[in-house]
């Protein structure tokens, strides 16, 4: 139902004032029944919301673990970045923050959300690579204008080690002069994380999830914006849950 309610809370939210951003969770590749009504609910947020930031669950996923594990996981992970980005209150670290994370992503451009996990804690500079390596199944890399990159490591970690870590990402998003905030939580004890959000893009992979787009193509820019209110999927989307 997240897909159906979540334009018309984006709506209402914006037209009260509201800054509106919108997490927008997109479906795994094999949930094929979901795909049309994640592409349509994403194109509707993104004209309401004042920004938009986008987890790709397929890069999200372990697949050399049981199912529910997995799964818990994935969600673990999504709790993890979102509370590191927005300022948790533990000791031993310093995050980007709500208003930062807020700013960020108040652009007209889609932001995205990866994860990147090292199995040494020493290896902090795998786990941005680990991170950086799913943006391109997503998105086109050379787009990223900004990023902002938390590192969740231990307490060894030293300034040279930091800046070691992320100074090399603008060669690899963006186009040779990304801007980039960081932030660090040196709290862990078994492996370090790299979560990083980007912005900029014009388009993510998910364009294709709303056929009716695809099949319009340019011609779809000239019809209404109202024109997709007018559709009413709710008998549909009632019919394939069902199922």
């Given at each position: 139902?997240?897909?159906?309610?979540?334009?018309?809370?984006?709506?209402?939210?914006?037209?009260k004032g509201a800054v509106t951003v919108a997490i927008m969770v997109m479906p795994y590749n094999f949930e094929k029944s979901k795909h049309f009504f994640a592409g349509?609910?994403?194109?509707?947020?993104?004209?309401?919301?004042?920004?938009?930031?986008?987890?790709?669950?397929?890069?999200?996923?372990?697949?050399?673990?049981?199912?529910?594990?997995?799964?818990?996981?994935?969600?673990?992970?999504?709790?993890?970045?979102?509370?590191?980005?927005?300022?948790?209150?533990?000791?031993?670290?310093?995050?980007?923050?709500?208003?930062?994370?807020?700013?960020?992503?108040?652009?007209?451009?889609?932001?995205?959300?990866?994860?990147?996990?090292?199995?040494?804690?020493?290896?902090?500079?795998?786990?941005?690579?680990?991170?950086?390596?799913?943006?391109?199944?997503?998105?086109?890399?050379?787009?990223?204008?900004?990023?902002?990159?938390?590192?969740?490591?231990?307490?060894?970690?030293?300034?040279?080690?930091?800046?070691?870590?992320?100074?090399?990402?603008?060669?690899?998003?963006?186009?040779?002069?990304?801007?980039?905030?960081?932030?660090?939580?040196?709290?862990?004890?078994?492996?370090?994380?790299?979560?990083?959000?980007?912005?900029?893009?014009?388009?993510?992979?998910?364009?294709?999830?709303?056929?009716?787009?695809?099949?319009?193509?340019?011609?779809?820019?000239?019809?209404?914006d109202d024109a997709d209110q007018v559709l009413d999927f709710s008998p549909l989307l009632s019919n394939i849950e069902m199922d």
């Amino acid at each position: 139902m997240g897909s159906a309610i979540a334009p018309m809370i984006a709506r209402e939210a914006s037209a009260k004032g509201a800054v509106t951003v919108a997490i927008m969770v997109m479906p795994y590749n094999f949930e094929k029944s979901k795909h049309f009504f994640a592409g349509t609910a994403l194109k509707q947020v993104r004209k309401h919301a004042s920004g938009v930031v986008v987890i790709d669950n397929d890069e999200l996923l372990q697949q050399d673990m049981p199912l529910i594990d997995a799964y818990a996981l994935v969600n673990q992970k999504i709790a993890l970045a979102l509370n590191k980005l927005l300022g948790s209150t533990e000791q031993h670290e310093f995050s980007i923050g709500l208003n930062n994370v807020v700013n960020f992503v108040k652009t007209n451009s889609y932001s995205v959300l990866c994860l990147g996990d090292s199995l040494l804690i020493s290896e902090y500079r795998q786990a941005v690579i680990n991170a950086v390596s799913h943006f391109d199944k997503t998105v086109n890399t050379r787009e990223a204008s900004k990023s902002l990159v938390h590192l969740c490591t231990d307490k060894s970690i030293t300034m040279s080690e930091l800046v070691t870590s992320i100074g090399g990402l603008s060669g690899v998003l963006g186009s040779g002069s990304m801007q980039i905030e960081y932030g660090l939580s040196a709290n862990s004890t078994s492996m370090s994380t790299a979560i990083i959000m980007a912005t900029g893009f014009s388009t993510t992979k998910f364009d294709s999830y709303d056929p009716v787009d695809q099949a319009l193509g340019p011609a779809g820019g000239n019809l209404d914006d109202d024109a997709d209110q007018v559709l009413d999927f709710s008998p549909l989307l009632s019919n394939i849950e069902m199922d």
